[in-house]
């Protein structure tokens, strides 16, 4: 089973779609994070919505 790909903060999107949270950076909880967000290809991606910390984000 391949890993899913996962997302920084500041990284550019490699394709358009929804994306959540999968986990924060700082290996904080995320559990505030379950919020999903839509972002075009070449957007960079945000902080987490909850936390406002610097977050992975995985393909929804």
Same mark, same amino acid.
Not at 18 to 23: A, L, N, S
Not at 27 to 56: K, L, V, W
């Given at each position: *089973? *391949?890993?899913? @790909?996962?997302?920084?903060?500041?990284?550019? %999107? #490699?394709? $358009?779609? /929804?994306?959540?949270? @999968? /986990?924060?950076? $700082?290996?904080? +909880? %995320? $559990?505030? @994070? +379950? /919020?999903? &967000?839509? &972002? +075009?290809?070449? @957007?960079?991606?945000? #902080? $987490? #919505?909850?936390? +406002?910390?610097?977050?992975?984000?995985?393909? %929804?």
């Amino acid at each position: *089973m *391949m890993a899913q @790909d996962r997302y920084k903060t500041g990284e550019k %999107a #490699p394709e $358009s779609g /929804t994306y959540k949270v @999968d /986990t924060l950076v $700082s290996g904080g +909880n %995320a $559990s505030q @994070d +379950n /919020t999903e &967000i839509e &972002i +075009n290809e070449g @957007d960079q991606f945000p #902080p $987490s #919505p909850g936390e +406002n910390e610097a977050a992975h984000w995985v393909k %929804a």
